[in-house]
T-cell receptor, first 116, second 111 residues
């Protein structure tokens, strides 16, 4: 099973709302990622978790708050977002982030977020 | 800083043609290179992963090659079909750093 699942598929929220995106994998991977993707652009890395600890934060605004409750789950908490935050949010996982040359990264289907 | 370039940015071909997508990267000291496919509004599907020690990988009608010393990879698609229409992204990884993506090639295969 090489599946990464994400919920919800679509989310519309106002600028004062609080919502969360959820990502799950059952491949035993120890690294999980959040990406943001705008239309016709490549994915932009936001956060990396390695062994349930935040290892990379690409200077993401604090209105995005990641959480890794266990090795299979990754959440992204959203609060006071702006319309320009509307995008496709992708979750990914890989066996690790270390020296292994074969660490293939698997992506979920994404959550389409619209901020009104 | 690693930079990844994909040429062409867009490509339209008639069904049945063989085609080549190009990817180049500035730092040749990579661990691996991955080719992905993305349909509009969807997630990324991994097509092929080439380790730095490999020259090529094949999966069905897809063949990816890697020339690490020159910083180039190509994705060859044989006998293209309308269902191959999508954006193709290449990404490279070095050490503990995350994937660095190119901007992608948007492919349209016309029936």
């Amino acid at each position: 099973d090489t599946e990464v699942t994400q919920t919800p598929k679509h989310l519309v929220m106002g600028m004062t709302n609080k919502k969360s995106l959820k990502c799950e994998q059952h491949m035993g991977h120890r690294a999980m990622y959040w990406y943001k993707q705008k239309a016709k652009k490549p994915p932009e890395l936001m956060f990396v978790y390695s062994y349930e600890k935040l290892s990379i934060n690409e200077s993401v605004p604090s209105r995005f708050s990641p959480e890794c409750p266990n090795s299979s789950l990754l959440n992204l908490h959203l609060h006071a977002l702006q319309p320009e935050d509307s995008a496709l949010y992708l979750c990914a996982s890989s066996p690790g982030v270390g020296q292994g040359p074969t660490y293939e990264q698997y992506f979920g289907p994404g959550t389409r977020l619209t901020v009104t | 800083k690693q930079e990844v370039t994909q040429i062409p940015a867009a490509l339209s071909v008639p069904e049945g043609e063989n085609l080549v997508l190009n990817c180049s990267f500035t730092d040749s000291a990579i661990y691996n290179l991955q080719w992905f496919r993305q349909d509009p509004g969807k997630g990324l599907t991994s097509l092929l992963l080439i380790q730095s020690s490999q020259r090529e990988q094949t999966s069905g009608r897809l063949n990816a090659s890697l020339d690490k010393s020159s910083g180039r990879s190509t994705l060859y698609i044989a006998a293209s079909q309308p269902g191959d229409s999508a954006t193709y992204l290449c990404a490279v990884r070095k050490g503990n750093t995350p994937l660095v993506f190119g901007k992608g090639t948007r492919l349209s295969v016309i029936a």
